[in-house]
């Protein structure tokens, strides 16, 4: 990846870190205002999402799941790329999935895959680079924006050099470029790699792409082991989605899995902290409720997802109260 001038590079950091302070390193006005496509109440600071591994258990097929989600009211969804697959593979049209999700008033702001293309074996990151392109041509087709691009094959790996790991993922973001489609780098704070928001931030910047950016999550920045403050040297232009949810104060950090991850409001994140913070930033894009909850799996999906929406619009309201 060829270097970039200083200014060049300080400049393309303002899409990641608070642009009214670099704005005054680089001497020029940055904008960090994501403008969702959607047009929102005065007091709906965000928009709301509805990440279907929240309610996947039921296995209700993805056409379902968007129909609950436009009847409780969220305003756009993400899927997993592999209920996708499913749709097709049953005889689905992508084309008439497409326009089923814009006849619901719904947008698919990004969706969930598993492409290794981070790892460093050339064979296994050309075949994960193939598996991202699959799954962009499909989102392309309904109408999906951006792809989570997690550091799959890489967990159990330590020391990988973040400037290696940024060129791959300027590859990915290129590749997105191509197909109409977004890679957000995400963290994994049960990884090895990039499991800390340090790490997610540097690779972003140091991709030197005009489009990259970051997929946080509320459970996996406590679980990296991140502190949340780290969200204050952020640009919300940077964020699309953020994924949301909550953690108890028990068991332990290390103890805690996907699993055990809880309704916005009924555990000890400080989402009031992190709301705020994300909202100074100029980010105003989607929270999405992802939840991977055993007992919330066993209830009625309408009913989860209805009470994760009300939640999370509750713990907003509480933020900007």
């Known amino acids: 990846m060829p270097a970039l001038p200083r200014r060049d590079l300080l400049m393309h950091s303002a899409g990641i870190l608070g642009g009214a302070a670099l704005a005054a390193v680089v001497g020029t006005s940055?904008?960090?205002?994501?403008?969702?496509?959607?047009?929102?109440?005065?007091?709906?600071?965000?928009?709301?999402?509805?990440?279907?591994?929240?309610?996947?258990?039921?296995?209700?097929?993805?056409v379902?799941?968007?129909?609950?989600?436009?009847?409780?009211?969220?305003?756009?969804?993400?899927?997993?790329?592999?209920?996708?697959?499913?749709?097709?593979?049953?005889?689905?049209?992508?084309?008439?999935?497409?326009?089923?999700?814009?006849?619901?008033?719904?947008?698919?702001?990004?969706?969930?895959?598993?492409?290794?293309?981070?790892?460093?074996?050339?064979?296994?990151?050309?075949?994960?680079?193939?598996?991202?392109?699959?799954?962009m041509a499909v989102l392309a087709?309904?109408?999906?924006?951006?792809?989570?691009?997690p550091p799959v094959g890489a967990q159990k790996i330590t020391g990988m050099d973040l400037f290696v790991i940024a060129e791959r993922y300027r590859k990915l973001?290129?590749?997105?470029?191509?197909?109409?489609?977004?890679?957000?780098?995400e963290v994994w704070g049960h990884s090895q790699t990039l499991g800390r928001l340090?790490?997610?931030?540097?690779?972003a910047v140091e991709s030197g792409h005009p489009k990259a950016c970051l997929l946080p999550d509320v459970y996996?920045?406590?679980?990296?082991?991140?502190?949340?403050?780290?969200?204050?040297?952020?640009?919300?232009?940077?964020?699309?989605?953020?994924?949301v949810n909550d953690y108890p104060a028990e068991p332990a950090r290390v103890e805690q899995t996907d699993a055990h991850?809880?309704?916005p409001g009924d555990?000890?994140?400080?989402?009031?902290?992190?709301?705020?913070?994300l909202h100074a930033s100029g980010f105003n894009g989607y929270l999405s409720l992802e939840l991977f909850n055993r007992d919330y799996w066993q209830q009625d999906p309408e009913l989860v997802a209805k009470t994760g929406l009300e939640k999370t619009r509750a713990a907003v309201r509480k933020a900007f109260a």
């Open 64 to 135: 379902a799941e968007l129909e609950i989600a436009s009847r409780v009211g969220y305003h756009a969804v993400e899927p997993w790329m592999r209920q996708l697959a499913e749709y097709v593979q049953a005889g689905g049209s992508l084309k008439d999935l497409g326009k089923r999700i814009r006849d619901l008033g719904l947008t698919i702001e990004s969706a969930i895959g598993f492409a290794a293309w981070i790892v460093d074996d050339d064979a296994a990151r050309a075949k994960g680079l193939e598996e991202a392109k699959r799954d």
């Open 141 to 149: 087709e309904i109408g999906g924006k951006r792809l989570a691009a």
């Open 30 to 62: 940055t904008s960090t205002a994501a403008v969702p496509d959607s047009v929102r109440p005065a007091d709906e600071p965000f928009g709301y999402c509805l990440n279907t591994s929240t309610i996947r258990e039921k296995k209700l097929g993805i």
């Open 220 to 243: 996996h920045i406590f679980k990296g082991g991140s502190d949340f403050t780290g969200l204050k040297l952020l640009s919300g232009s940077a964020i699309h989605v953020f994924h």
């Open 198 to 203: 340090g790490e997610a931030v540097f690779v």
């Open 261 to 263: 991850r809880v309704y």
């Open 267 to 277: 555990g000890v994140a400080p989402l009031t902290q992190i709301f705020r913070d």
């Open 173 to 185: 973001l290129e590749l997105g470029d191509e197909m109409g489609v977004v890679p957000e780098v």
